[in-house]
């Protein structure tokens, strides 16, 4: 893993509170993998004093850019968001394990929660050339992304809780409702730790291989702060540097 | 370190080629860190806290960001000194590591027990944590009380012939008091500070960030309190001071060397910059180049106090 200055190449909103931003590190972009993380020092004082985890959403190799997708939440994404084109972040990674890839001919089932949508993306992108890939997204209220999904989805899904854009209610509803139909073998999500915890259960249920990428609170990011510590049946992991990605199967969920 | 300089300290009847060590809790056992840095050019490595059997530490959020600082509630999640012993600490002797292990117990015969143990090993020296926040049995409750801290470290310096370094708590109204009893107990040295008792609360939801409603407070917001209590420490004990306490710049462990502490170790900064204490170290020497400083001893408590 890396420690380094990089030069943003794009920041902007993409719809309310969520933004797109392309970073530009020629190593980052040949050492990375679907499903791995940055951390992100957003600016140089001591508030905000930690970095901020963000999923690795993109990879552009020959533009040597990592896309990254954020909403903001807090007091440092906010000042994430104003960051201007041209600027410098200082950035570690590719930071944890990222998902497994190495599949061919399978029925993959890609189910994404507001944020979660975007690490899904560089997955698509890697699983799209050897498997079929149909792609379930979820939101509150507005959506976005779709059509980056279209470009490897055999065909996709979208909910919004609010009903204003496809099925109302909850995506792994619809997920449910195809799973048989379109034969998934596998699936990959990332998302609310309940949407992942029911995710996990159907998968199960189902005896269909299933890999989350989870997210907690974390200082370090690469292992040493101990603050992102979860239940396995392996006892514990660190989300951090053992994951973000897990076999559901191995995941003790939270109450 | 250039020849004409010399930055060996000692920390309890322990030499240590510079000041700079790291605060347990913050690196590991060190493996995390070797991505970035080589570990073998720090002082010591105050180890993750150990405990005699393992600990799965508290739920998450075990995380809080706050105004120049962090909140955590880890809970001493560790493997156990025994896989510490057999696992962690030969990797760090192959590297040439001085090992400072750090211990803590639910009673003082666990704290024996772990010194025992550690006692047949090439660990360096005891840390003996009284002072973690985030654990409902020992940790701070023995380092409140003068008393106790005299007691226990009176029985655990009979379980070691390792240098003995007892790491104090803030969260206490008279540090002095507490540092006497520990010098009076045998320690051989001292560790200030742990962390400062803390809260953060998340408006809409109402409720704590952390799932353990409090933690443990670090990073710069707390320096001035740490170095306050460096100093006012200093004045009473003859034992090395080993100060800590938000450090992350060459100026913030000069000041800490001014008041006292004859060593520093540096915490929360690593997870920020995991290559912090080698570029401190680097800019610790070009310091003492410029400021005409032969031996870094030069300057331990040399404030000049109004």
Not at chain 1, 97 to 103: A, D, M, P, S
Not at chain 2, 43 to 67: C, D, F, Q, V
Not at chain 2, 153 to 163: A, C, I, M, Q
Not at chain 2, 236 to 254: K, N, Q
Request: charged share 25%; proline share 4%; net charge neutral.
């Amino acid at each position: 893993m890396l420690i380094e200055n990089c030069r943003v190449k794009k920041n902007e909103k993409i719809i309310e509170d969520i933004y797109k931003m392309e970073i530009i590190n020629e190593q980052i972009t040949k050492l990375g993998k679907a499903g791995q993380f940055l951390q992100i020092k957003v600016n140089n004082q001591d508030t905000p004093l930690l970095r901020r985890p963000i999923s690795i959403n993109e990879i552009k190799i020959d533009e040597k850019v990592i896309v990254i997708y954020y909403k903001v939440i807090g007091k440092g994404t906010k000042l994430l968001s104003e960051v201007k084109s041209g600027e410098i972040l200082n950035v570690i990674g590719p930071l944890g394990t990222g998902f497994e890839t190495n599949y061919e001919e399978k029925s993959i089932a890609l189910i994404g929660g507001g944020i979660g949508v975007a690490p899904l993306i560089e997955l698509g992108k890697r699983l799209s050339d050897r498997n079929k890939v149909y792609s379930y997204l979820g939101f509150a209220d507005n959506t976005y992304l779709e059509e980056e999904f279209k470009k490897f989805s055999t065909s996709i899904g979208v909910s919004t809780v609010s009903g204003r854009v496809g099925y109302k209610g909850l995506v792994v509803d619809i997920f449910k409702n195809e799973l048989i139909d379109k034969k998934i073998d596998l699936i990959f999500a990332c998302g609310p730790n309940p949407m992942l915890r029911e995710i996990a259960e159907i998968a199960k249920l189902n005896n269909i291989e299933c890999q989350v990428s989870l997210e907690e609170r974390m200082a370090c990011g690469f292992g040493a702060c101990l603050g992102c510590s979860i239940k396995t049946i392996h006892g514990m992991k660190k989300v951090c540097s053992d994951g973000p990605v897990f076999w559901s199967s191995e995941v003790i969920f939270n109450d | 370190m250039t020849k004409s300089l010399n930055t060996t300290v000692d920390i309890g009847g322990l030499r240590i080629n510079n000041p700079i060590t790291v605060a347990s809790g913050t690196f590991g056992f060190g493996r995390e860190y070797e991505n970035f840095i080589d570990i073998s050019k720090l002082g010591g490595i105050m180890a993750k806290g150990l405990t005699l059997k393992p600990r799965e530490g508290n739920p998450t959020p075990r995380i809080a960001e706050t105004s120049s600082g962090m909140l955590n509630s880890v809970g001493l999640e560790n493997p156990g000194v025994e896989y510490f012993v057999k696992n962690e600490l030969p990797y760090l002797k192959s590297k040439g590591v001085t090992v400072i292990a750090n211990i803590s117990g639910n009673t003082v015969e666990e704290y024996c027990e772990m010194c025992n143990i550690l006692d047949n090993t090439k660990t360096d020296a005891i840390e003996m944590n009284i002072s973690c926040p985030n654990v409902k049995q020992g940790g701070v409750a023995f380092g409140t009380d003068k008393d106790i801290v005299y007691n226990i470290t009176k029985e655990v310096r009979k379980s070691t012939n390792k240098p003995l370094i007892v790491k104090l708590s803030p969260n206490v109204t008279d540090i002095r008091e507490i540092a006497k009893s520990a010098q009076k107990g045998g320690a051989d040295g001292l560790s200030l500070i742990n962390t400062l008792l803390g809260m953060a609360v998340n408006i809409k939801s109402r409720r704590p960030i952390l799932r353990n409603n409090v933690g443990g407070l670090s990073g710069p917001a707390i320096k001035p309190v740490a170095l306050r209590m460096v100093w006012q420490v200093s004045q009473v004990v003859d034992i090395p001071i080993i100060g800590m306490g938000g450090i992350s710049t060459v100026e913030d462990i000069i000041e800490f060397l001014l008041v006292g502490a004859s060593a520093i170790s540096i915490g929360t900064a690593n997870f920020i910059n995991p290559r912090v204490t080698t570029d401190l170290l680097k800019e610790l020497e070009k310091y003492m180049i410029e400021n005409e400083i032969k031996d870094i001893n030069d300057i331990v408590g040399k404030i000049k106090p109004y």
